[in-house]
Structures are given as C-alpha cells and as structure tokens.
C-alpha cells in the first residue's frame, strides 16, 4: 500500500485509480458502488478471496458485498468487507489507517507495478442459436401454450473496446448518466469484473428493519420534453408489470405475510429510459419477523421481470433456448449489513469485461401480446445505450 498513506489529500480520483491496481496485484478483490439519488460513492476491498455460499443470509452475514449468478441453483458469492473507504463529491470522508499493518492487503506474490488493472472475465462457450427476433417468437409459441403467462428472453452483444478505454472514467459517467440506477463496479479473481447501473431493487433492509423491494417491468425510450404523468402506457406494458407485482404478492402470501404497503405503479427514469414502478415495504418489527429479508430474497430470485412466471417452466424454457450462460447478468449484488443497511440489486443494464471487448447484455418481458420486432428494438435500445457510453 505505498505510495497513499496520504490518501485524504489526493481526492476520490487520484486515490482510486493509484488503489486499483495495488488490490489486483495483490490478488485482492473490490466492489466500488453508489446509491441511487446518492452523491456518496463506497469502496469495499476484500483481501481473503470469495466465500461461496447455497443462499446469502443478511441476518447472519458480516459486513460484505454480495454478487450472485442468474441460476438461483449455483452457489452466491460474498466478499468480507476487509477495508472500507468512503467518499462524497471528490472528499474522501472515511478510510482505514493504512499505516496500520492490519491494513496492509495481503502479499499473493505478484508484481502489483506489472499487474492488469481489472480482472479479466473468461468467456464461456456459446452454442449455435436462433437470433433475437425468433427467440421471441419462440417465447410467444411457448405462452400460447398456457404452460407460462411470461418469459423474459435475453441476448448479449460483444463490442471492442476503444483504445482509450478507462474503466474508472467509465463508471463515473454510468453515475452522471444513471442518477437513479444503483452503480456498481466489481472486480475479482473468481468472476472477472463486471460494470452496471441497475434500475430494480431486489430487497433492501434499512436500519429501522424496514423491509423493501419493487416490482419493475415495461419500456418506453424517455427525452427531456416529456411530462411523466401523462406516459401512455399499452395494455401490453400495463399487464407485464402486473405480472411481476403478482409475482411479489404470490411471494408474501407464500410466507404469510399480510401486512406490506404498497405504491404504485408510476412511470420512473432509468437513464433514457422509462419504465413502471410499484414498491412493497413492509415493516419486520410490527410483524416479528426479522429473518424477511433473507426469506423474500430466496423466494424473489429470479424475478419474473427477469426470468418469467411461473418461475421454474421459465427458467427451464430460457436455459434450452437462449444458447449461452448468462452467468451474472440479471444475478443480484449489493452491499449487505454496510452501516446496518443491506441493499440488494438486479444486476441488469450490466457489462462484462474482457482483455480487449465487453458483452452488453439486456433482454425484455414477453408477454402473450408482444410485438416480437417492439421487443427487439427494445433490447437493442438497452444496449444501445451502453454502447455509447463504452465510447464517450
């Protein structure tokens, strides 16, 4: 850790971007992330590798980061949050002595000067499938069949890397971009590094022992000229975000809980993107049930704005027919027992990261009423998007 001893005096920036390659040179880990509607960034390295756990318990766990697989049947990973920094605007607000040798990451007997900064992800082989467009249609036959009311098909696209291309500076434009997306940016040895501004809370705990998640479905392209309370939503639309509120309910009642708030649904901006929102909270004190979080979390993932309903025909029509791994896109992650807090995530509007080019990976709810061609300029906008940050 040489050479920032001084990091209160070099600002945000300068202190991450000298840290980064120290952490990945001494085979450490780090999740970097922001809140929504936050202007306060967090930095959590790990320096004694992955736990891999069947469920993640929020009750029972350390203070950490979670990052979990899409496949609800493979193990959940979870970082120990061994240093913790903290920053708002370009301060940094809280941070370790590094002059402590508690501190010090740990020596994996690499180089640090030589290493790479980030991990790079190792891709996974693909199988010949159908294109975006026949996916759909495909998805469509299956619903027409009464076997599932929705399926939510995705796809990746592999772009080069520009030559200038800088991870941080990357990351900073996702928060300016995506102010009300939660912004992560996770590097390791066990799954490469992945970047994202997720729109769609999964479960969230607050210290009050507040217990919340959202149900997110329904895509429109957004502008600045345009007055939220008067979106015209489809029918379509309307009907795939109540699936997904359905599916949240169908999860309370399962656990026999009758005592949730709910509001909505409403249109929300998720960087140019418009989408329909209800929340769900409930409070576990009054209900004495102080395990919720970690229950709702298990019976939620994955949800059907990212899966399908019902769940296990869905998955089981997605893992025959997409023709690849999804591996973490729309997995979960987020910071668990930080401050008394855990805030889980969808981990969509994600990028993988590889030596030379990224996979943008997006897909939409199909429904009985889907226009296959609307849904596939739908995912094509989604990756659109990121695209064009990649190359700013």
Known sequence: MKGISNYTKIGEKAFVKSLFPQ?????GSF?????????????????TGALMHDEIS?????????????????????FNADLIFRFKGDEITDGPDLNNTKYVIKDSGQNPESSQTPYYST??????????????EASIRKIETGAIEKIVPSKFKEVELP????LLKTFYRLCEKHPNA????????????????????????????KFKTIALAGTLPHSAQINLKSVAWTQKEIEEQALVSRYIINCFKKIRVREYAEHGPRTVVAGNLLHLRTDYEVNMKEINFPQLGSVMLKLLHPTSAVCGMPLEPALDFLQKN???DREFYSGFLGPVNYEGESKLFVNLR????????????????????????????????KIQTLTQIINS
């Open 31 to 47: 999740m970097f992330w922001r809140l929504p509607n936050s202007d306060e960034k967090n930095l959590i390295i790990c320096n």
């Open 123 to 136: 891709k996974k082989k693909t199988i010949a499938h159908p294109g975006y467009l026949e996916l759909v």
């Open 163 to 166: 030559e200038n291309f800088d």
């Open 182 to 209: 939660f912004v992560s940016l996770v590097s390791s040895p066990e799954i490469g590094t992945w970047l994202g501004a997720s729109p769609e809370l999964l479960v969230s705990i607050d210290a009050q022992e």
């Open 350 to 381: 994600c990028i993988q990261l590889f030596e030379k080019s990224a996979r943008i990976y997006a897909g939409a709810g199909v429904t009985a009423d889907s226009d296959p061609i609307k849904e596939t300029e739908e995912v094509e906008m």
């Open 58 to 78: 929020l009750e029972d766990s350390k203070t950490g980061f979670a990052f979990a697989p899409f496949d609800p049947s493979q193990k959940k990973l979870f």
């Open 23 to 27: 952490i990945v040179g001494h085979g």
């Open 322 to 324: 997409e023709g690849y």
